[in-house]
């Protein structure tokens, strides 16, 4: 797909089939998240890609939503603040800029592959660091399952350019 068709239809996908995600549509997923920028290129997280179903079920038990354990696939987007560039002015962690950066990344790949994808910050940090041994400094930052679309995804709509956008000349 040229780049803004892959812009364009990139949804937020909560059905899935039950096809597998093929390994050549994951190589390519983890290439763009390698090449994702972070703070000082320091990446301080990690992709932790799930396929086994009952991993997938303890952690989206930790989701409100009964459709994130049905994909095939489930993301787990760990970060570490103290591997993070930090800021000068307070000193606080990028971490999760850095992770949202990959995670763009991702989610962009995943479409360009044909595949469905959601952003999943409405879960409980506590119990998924729990189920896949998490430990402290790193944690959970985000979550996404992945795999085919089961159905087209609706069309969306954007705000306009006067609601987005200011200028200062």
Request: proline share 7%.
């Given at each position: 797909?040229?780049?803004?068709?892959?812009?364009?239809?990139?949804?937020?996908?909560?059905?899935?089939?039950?096809?597998?995600?093929?390994?050549?549509?994951?190589?390519?997923?983890?290439?763009?998240?390698?090449?994702?920028?972070?703070?000082?290129?320091?990446?301080?997280?990690?992709?932790?890609?799930?396929?086994?179903?009952?991993?997938?079920?303890?952690?989206?038990?930790?989701?409100?939503?009964?459709?994130?354990?049905?994909?095939?696939?489930?993301?787990?987007?760990?970060?570490?603040?103290?591997?993070?560039?930090?800021?000068?002015?307070?000193?606080?962690?990028?971490?999760?800029?850095?992770?949202?950066?990959?995670?763009?990344?991702?989610?962009?790949?995943?479409?360009?592959?044909?595949?469905?994808?959601?952003?999943?910050?409405?879960?409980?940090?506590?119990?998924?660091?729990?189920?896949?041994?998490?430990?402290?400094?790193?944690?959970?930052?985000?979550?996404?399952?992945?795999?085919?679309?089961?159905?087209?995804?609706?069309?969306?709509?954007?705000?306009?350019?006067?609601?987005?956008?200011?200028?200062?000349d």
């Amino acid at each position: 797909m040229e780049f803004f068709d892959v812009l364009r239809t990139r949804r937020s996908i909560r059905a899935y089939q039950p096809t597998p995600v093929p390994a050549e549509a994951i190589e390519k997923i983890k290439e763009a998240i390698r090449l994702a920028p972070t703070g000082c290129n320091f990446q301080p997280f990690r992709f932790i890609f799930i396929t086994n179903e009952e991993v997938r079920k303890q952690v989206a038990a930790y989701y409100p939503g009964k459709w994130l354990g049905e994909a095939p696939m489930l993301v787990a987007v760990i970060g570490n603040p103290e591997a993070a560039w930090h800021r000068r002015d307070g000193g606080e962690s990028i971490v999760e800029i850095d992770v949202a950066i990959a995670m763009e990344h991702f989610q962009l790949a995943a479409a360009d592959c044909g595949l469905g994808s959601c952003w999943i910050g409405a879960f409980n940090r506590k119990g998924v660091n729990q189920v896949l041994n998490i430990q402290a400094p790193w944690s959970t930052v985000i979550l996404a399952p992945l795999g085919y679309p089961a159905q087209d995804a609706a069309p969306r709509t954007n705000k306009s350019d006067e609601e987005l956008f200011s200028f200062i000349d």
